[in-house]
């Protein structure tokens, strides 16, 4: 008896994870830029602060929010952001959008705007990726599925 409750359980489980909607607090997807980057990076250390692509779905975390905590201005695409200043760029359209930043350490960074997952698989499937995305960023791990 208890393998069958436990089985419809998951089963259960999995139905919501798959067709319930997705709510969530805030759209902003928050990439911070921390003091003493440029310096270390002008001292010779290879620094990665933001990943090679961010990936962004639209109506749920559409927004790219770049904060500047360096000493110094950093640009991202044709925008200079100040020391203290804050960016914040929304995405209308599901797409791949690339943007000079001097922050990487590439000089470029890629913005992928997936389209709004729809009930079932593709629900699942982005629950699973939002899920596995913080259990990284909590462990500390570097950002590799992000590519």
């Known amino acids: 008896m208890v393998p069958i409750t436990l089985s419809l359980l998951a089963l259960g489980g ?3 994870a798959a067709l319930a909607p997705i709510e969530v607090a805030s759209r902003d997807e928050l990439f911070e ?3 003493g980057t440029w310096a270390r990076r002008m001292a010779g250390e290879k620094i ?3 990943p090679q692509t961010i990936r962004l779905t639209l109506g749920l975390n559409d927004v790219l929010l770049l904060r500047n905590a360096d000493e110094v201005p950093q640009v991202f695409g044709p925008t200079l952001l100040m020391p203290g200043q804050s ?6 359209s599901a797409s791949t959008y690339s943007f000079t930043c001097t922050a990487h350490a590439s000089g470029q960074l890629n913005v992928i705007v997936e389209p709004t ?3 079932g698989w593709e629900t699942l499937g982005w629950r699973l990726r939002k899920l596995t ?3 990284w ?4 791990l570097p ?4 590519h």
């Open 14 to 16: 999995l139905g919501w």
């Open 33 to 35: 830029i921390p003091r």
């Open 48 to 50: 990665e602060i933001l």
């Open 87 to 92: 960016f914040s760029l929304p995405f209308a």
């Open 117 to 119: 997952p729809a009930p």
């Open 133 to 135: 995305h913080t259990v």
């Open 137 to 140: 960023r909590l462990a500390g």
């Open 143 to 146: 950002e590799w599925h992000n």
